[in-house]
Structures are given as structure tokens and as C-alpha cells.
């Protein structure tokens, strides 16, 4: 993983036990790529975002920002 500048891997995210936000999210993304973030209102694209600044944690898998 570390060619890549952020990578996140099977990650769930959980608000209470009955709702989930995230479901099995992997990704990668090498330095100086563009990305965009597309899906209906509710769908979990802030949630993402937050996970992928740091400001969140997961609720099972991995996010990791290369060093």
C-alpha cells in the first residue's frame, strides 16, 4: 500500500447499532490524483470525506494516509 497517497480498506461505518452509513468501502488513490465524490442526499459522501480528513474513524476496516 504505501505506492499509494491514501488507501481504505473494507471499512464500515456504524451511528448506533441499527444504522450504517458506509458498507465495505476500499479504495486507493496515488499522489496527485482527482477525485470526486457523487451520490444522492443520505448516501454517506460527508461521512467519507470526514473518515478520509481524519476527523472520523471507521467502524471496522482500515483508512490509512501513507507517511
Do not use: C
Amino acid at each position: 500500500m504505501s505506492e499509494f497517497v491514501y488507501s481504505m480498506y473494507r471499512a464500515d461505518k456504524f451511528y448506533g447499532a441499527e444504522r450504517q452509513v458506509l458498507a465495505n468501502i476500499s479504495l486507493s488513490f496515488f499522489h496527485g490524483a482527482k477525485i470526486g465524490v457523487l451520490g444522492p442526499n443520505g448516501s454517506g459522501k460527508s461521512t467519507l470525506l470526514r473518515i478520509m480528513a481524519g476527523r472520523e474513524e471507521t467502524s471496522s476496516g482500515e483508512a490509512r494516509l501513507a507517511p
